[in-house]
């Protein structure tokens, strides 16, 4: 996993990894939501996504969980 490495959203718009952690957070995946569907699965990864500043659409990154913050996930990409 490379942090510094971003993809950029669908729209093409690229984002630094201070302008990703300004974005709105939409969801945070930890290693429980996904360890049922990817094994195994690294317990201090977590996916995060997030909503384009520019478009509007949803767009994932790979993150170490350096904070316990809990976001609840919406339905529609509950597991």
């Known amino acids: 996993m490379r942090s510094d490495s971003l993809r950029p959203c669908a729209c093409g718009h690229h984002y630094d990894t201070e302008r990703w952690a300004a974005l709105q957070l ?6 429980a939501d996904v360890s049922s569907l990817v094994t195994p699965w690294p317990p201090h990864v977590v996916v995060e996504v997030r909503v384009c500043a520019h478009c509007n ?6 993150q170490h969980a350096v904070r316990a913050e809990v976001v609840k996930r919406p339905q529609a990409i509950a597991a």
């Open 26 to 31: 939409f969801a945070r995946l930890t290693a």
């Open 57 to 62: 659409r949803q767009m994932s990154r790979l």
